[in-house]
């Protein structure tokens, strides 16, 4: 069975500098998908980037990229010029095909400080 | 589009009624998934179901739950009789399959006194 792991259950950051929360998994599979969702105050689950397995370039999203070390099994988050509404509950997520499951890591919630 | 549509956003219930949470996903989506996050478990998958067929209902944590996707454009999650350790709040989410992105509802926070 595929596991993801946050090993920060917190983290913090000053208004408009740059914070890396990890994501480690495991799984056997050679293809999949990866995820980091964003979870405010609201409780509403926002997606706020993806990366596919296959591929080597890691994806970018705005203020937002990752980092993907595929033969490590890591997948962190880097948000650039933090700001106030980036403050939330961090998930990342597996998915072992395209349609199926997500698997959630448990979360890092994420303080911005002004 | 309005997004993924859950309902009620919040229900209290006594132990031993029967509760239904609904979900309309996004139009043209064909898979939709049920998930329940509570702080002890965090977030995990319950069902899915992909062209209105269950495919994976091992998260299903007992007999009293159950779900149905009559059509593709409604889904209902059944507790009967509920407890109150099935206070959580349950999701509601749709993918269209494509990179596998899932769009999720609101959420119903549902409390077993």
């Known amino acids: 069975a595929q596991t993801v792991t946050q090993s920060q259950p917190e983290m913090s950051v000053q208004e408009a500098e740059t914070v890396t929360l990890s994501c480690t998994y495991d799984t056997s599979e050679s293809d999949y998908y990866l995820f980091w969702y964003k979870q405010p105050p609201s409780r509403q689950m926002i997606l706020v980037i993806r990366q596919e397995a296959y591929k080597q370039q890691n994806a970018t999203e705005n203020r937002f990229s990752v980092n993907f070390q595929k033969a490590a099994k890591s997948f962190s988050l880097k948000i650039s010029d933090s700001q106030l509404g980036d403050a939330a509950m961090y998930f990342c997520?597996?998915?072992?095909?395209?349609?199926?499951?997500?698997?959630f890591g448990e979360g890092t919630q994420l303080t911005v400080n002004p | 589009d309005a997004g993924v549509i859950q309902s009620p956003r919040h229900e209290v219930t006594e132990m031993g009624q029967e509760v239904t949470l609904r979900c309309k996903p996004i139009?043209?989506?064909?898979?939709l998934f049920w998930y329940r996050q509570t702080m002890m478990r965090g977030l995990e998958l319950l069902i899915y179901f992909n062209n209105n067929v269950p495919i994976d209902d091992s998260g299903m944590p007992e007999d009293r739950f159950s779900a149905k996707m009559p059509n593709a454009s409604f889904s209902t999650l059944k507790i009967q009789p509920s407890e109150p350790r099935d206070s959580a709040v349950y999701f509601c989410?749709?993918?269209?399959?494509?990179?596998?992105?899932?769009?999720f509802g609101p959420g119903t926070r549902l409390t077993v006194l």
């Open positions: 997520a597996f998915a072992e095909t395209s349609g199926s499951r997500l698997t």
């Open positions: 989410a749709s993918s269209p399959g494509a990179y596998n992105e899932q769009f």
């Open positions: 139009s043209g989506h064909n898979s």
